[in-house]
């Protein structure tokens, strides 16, 4: 039995305000390549399909033409829900779409039942909500450990009673895993933490939630996700995870599937000047860029200036030495300066030190200058002042 095991998708998700579609569908192309190259009997998809609870109508024709396009390649399509998605919503039909091969499950009362293949069960758990799922799973802990643990004991009786290896899918943060910034936290408390041991007894536990592909304790595996959705992956390397599963010993052998990448992420760091004229950054011009500058002023027009070389810049930081600050009361540092001086200062403060500029300083005149005027409409000739005056804004 060949299973491949993927997750996380996030149909609709952007990258700082760019769309994934593109590299979204790449990989769903791949995917569908790689069953019908590969001869696999079944993709496991552990959660997470949609970014969101109410997908756009491009993710859902993005799903509808996939799940149509793995069938007719074949393979068997069981989805579990995951945190990010709807259960009613992603569920709708499932029993239906069951009848044709795309199993679908995100009801916690489904939990128990297996998708039974040839020659091995399989166990979708979806996204167990601790406040929402315990009663129904008769769980005697209200967290994510104690929903799991009540869920996989009804995994293990099930299994008693089949001469087949079991696998499970659940969408769960695992002890000891390595997260990203890309997660939605489902942490409260330390109340998500769920022990490896709790899939203990089944052949694989494939597992969604984390963006990082990893071995989970010798119990099963993340996939991953299969597109960097934040610059804390920026050193994943995307997959798929091929199962064999069969009598001999091991009983189950995984292959990592490198997943295509579209658009490849770099971290820059520099001053501005350097990183516009370094050549050895030549292949993160075709890259999602961010950029931390270290440049003791900030530069005017950087993300211009930096666009023009690395136009898929999409976040833009600052890192500037730490200025002494004088002991000075604000008081002293205010007396006796015009209000278009003050107006100077604020500007060079807020951008790091860099002074205002002629025509900067003229701008602000002619602003001081209007409210001037407009202050003198409203009180009367008595109130009239001089642009320069302290306090005459």
């Known amino acids: 039995m060949r299973l491949i095991h993927t997750s996380d998708w996030h149909l609709g998700r952007s990258f700082h305000g760019a769309s994934l579609e593109q590299a979204q569908a790449a990989y769903l192309d791949h995917l569908v390549e790689v069953v019908r190259t590969e001869r696999i009997d079944a993709v496991l998809v552990s959660g997470d399909v949609y970014d969101r609870a109410l997908p756009g109508p491009g993710s859902v024709q993005l799903l509808d033409e996939t799940l149509v396009r793995l069938r007719d390649a074949g393979a068997t399509v069981v989805i579990s829900a995951g945190n990010h998605d709807s259960a009613v919503r992603l569920g709708f039909g499932s029993r239906v779409l069951a009848h044709g091969g795309v199993h679908i499950r ?37 967290t994510h450990a104690g929903v799991l643990r009540a869920a996989m004991r009804r995994v293990h009786t099930d299994l008693a009673g089949r001469d087949v290896p079991g696998v499970v899918m659940a969408h769960a943060f695992v002890v000891g895993s390595a997260t990203c910034d890309s997660e939605r936290d489902i942490t409260v408390g330390g109340a998500s933490a769920v022990p490896a041991a709790t899939f203990d007894g089944v052949a694989y536990a494939a597992l969604g939630h984390l963006h990082g592909a990893q071995d989970v304790a010798g119990v099963g595996r993340y996939s991953g996700s299969p597109v960097a959705m934040s610059f804390s992956e920026t050193g994943h390397r995307k997959s798929s995870v091929l199962l064999e599963i069969g009598s001999g010993d091991p009983a189950v052998t995984t292959t990592l599937i490198e997943a295509p990448v579209t658009r490849p992420l770099a971290k820059l760091r520099g001053t501005l000047d350097v990183l516009l004229a370094d050549p050895g950054l030549t292949s993160a011009e075709s890259a999602w860029c961010q950029v931390t500058l270290t440049d003791s002023n900030r530069p005017l027009g950087a993300m211009e200036q930096l666009r023009r070389r690395f ?18 009361r604000y008081t002293s540092k205010v007396a006796g300066k015009e209000t278009l001086d003050l107006c100077c200062d604020f500007l060079e403060h807020t951008r790091g030190g860099a002074s205002a500029t002629d025509a900067e300083r003229s701008l602000l005149r002619q602003a001081l200058e209007q409210t001037r005027l407009q202050r003198a409409a409203q009180d009367g000739p008595d109130r009239v002042h001089t642009v320069g005056d302290t306090g005459a804004a």
């Not at 293949?117 to 167990?128: E, H």
């Not at 406040?131 to 769980?139: E, I, N, P, Q, T």
């Not at 136009?311 to 000075?328: A, N």
């Open 106 to 142: 995100t009801d916690p009362a489904s939990v128990g039942s297996p998708v039974l293949l040839d020659g091995v069960a399989v166990y979708p758990l979806p996204y167990l909500e601790p406040s929402l799922s315990c009663s129904a799973l008769d769980a005697t802990e209200a």
């Open 311 to 328: 136009p898929h810049t999409v976040q833009l930081l600052f890192d500037q030495p730490v200025r002494q600050l004088r002991d000075h």
